[in-house]
């Protein structure tokens, strides 16, 4: 199950501001899919932000977020879409290796 700590900046920084309702969605993902999800990228500090491309509002920053990914990404496509159609996930974006998923406003995009 992923813990608080997962989320953690990846920079090294120490910061970790991820809220617990990105923390429970989490949980509540990998519980339905019945797997190990990744944690690739959860709360990220403004340096870290810019430093990997991010937009300055990025919902990483704001602590509301985590890009996901397991062994069986087509399978975790699939579980979020729904989950994001039932309005228990706000943003999804659906990209070639990883899943974001957050709790901010209901919208959807790929790449």
């Not at 937009?55 to 509301?64: A, E, F, I, T």
């Not at 979020?80 to 957050?102: E, M, P, Q």
Request: a positive charge.
């Amino acid at each position: 199950m992923p813990s608080k700590a997962d989320f953690m900046c990846k920079c090294g920084c120490g910061n970790n501001l991820i809220h617990d309702d990105v923390v429970t969605l989490c949980n509540e993902i990998k519980n339905e899919l019945g797997e190990t999800i990744y944690i690739n990228s959860g709360y990220r500090c403004k340096t870290h932000n810019a430093a990997v491309g991010g937009v300055s509002n990025s919902q990483h920053v704001k602590g509301n977020v985590a890009d996901i990914s397991c062994s069986n990404l087509p399978k975790l496509k699939k579980l979020c879409k729904r989950l994001w159609s039932a309005n228990k996930i706000g943003g999804l974006g659906l990209y070639s290796t990883f899943v974001h998923v957050d709790t901010g406003s209901h919208r959807t995009w790929s790449r």
